[in-house]
């Protein structure tokens, strides 16, 4: 089984700081990997994804993966509490899932 | 465009029984995955499927779970008998293709309690 590990939190910051969340994974044969957001009681959604080494950005998204430590991370800049949720982080082989951080954004 | 239909959307049945969950992937997309979400952890994958094949079922405990997906198109997945550890959400997904950069698209999910 393909490892996928996240720290499950909660993660707590405040608004408008940058919430960071990583992930590593045991398989150097992923070549890339998704991020999901969870809502409580909903289904994942897709917020970026990123195949080559370094930074991907899409608004106030960040993600950066770095292949040689195995290591990928989500930042979110100036964070809402609408981004209040689980993220997920996965690799495409049957898009094998970590067990999610859940981020909580206070007011 | 419709999303991933999934029914029922909630489902109560008492250990031993069986129960049957439906998925209608997106129009046109050949692939589709079954995934159990226990509470406080990440989906967890049953089985894909390639149009009517099955691609990955190597988590899929095929003494009480079997799914099918006949046609190519919908898909069943059932329990039969239930556990109480099968309390979970059922999550259908789909995407265009098997690709490994494809974007899944996620179907509400069923929610199923095993008293």
């Known amino acids: 089984q393909k490892e996928v590990e996240q720290n499950s939190g909660p993660l707590s910051v405040p608004e408008g700081a940058i919430a960071s969340l990583n992930c590593t994974y045991s398989?150097?044969?992923?070549?890339?990997f998704f991020w999901y957001r969870q809502y409580s009681g909903k289904s994942p959604e897709l917020i970026m994804f990123i195949y080559s080494n370094g930074d991907k950005e899409d608004g106030r998204f960040t993600a950066q993966l770095n292949k040689a430590s195995q290591y990928v991370s989500l930042l979110i800049r100036d964070s809402q509490p609408s981004d209040s949720a689980t993220y997920l982080c996965a690799a495409p082989h049957a898009l094998n899932f970590g067990k999610g951080t859940s981020l909580l954004v206070t007011p | 465009e419709a999303g991933v239909a999934q029914s029922p959307r909630y489902k109560i049945i008492e250990k031993r029984q069986s129960v049957a969950f439906w998925c209608n992937p997106i129009?046109?997309?050949?692939?589709l995955y079954w995934y159990q979400q226990i509470l406080g952890q990440g989906p967890k994958l049953l089985i894909q499927?390639?149009?009517?094949?099955?691609?990955?079922d190597s988590q899929l405990p095929k003494d009480r779970f079997s799914a099918e997906r006949l046609k190519g198109v919908d898909s069943t997945l059932k329990i039969q008998p239930a556990k109480l550890e099968d309390s979970a959400v059922y999550l259908c997904?789909?995407?265009?293709?098997?690709?490994?950069?494809?974007?899944?698209?996620f179907g509400p999910g069923t929610r199923l309690t095993v008293t």
């Open positions: 129009s046109g997309h050949a692939t």
């Open positions: 398989d150097r044969g992923s070549q890339s």
């Open positions: 997904a789909s995407t265009i293709s098997g690709q490994g950069n494809s974007e899944q698209y």
């Open positions: 499927f390639q149009n009517n094949g099955v691609v990955d």
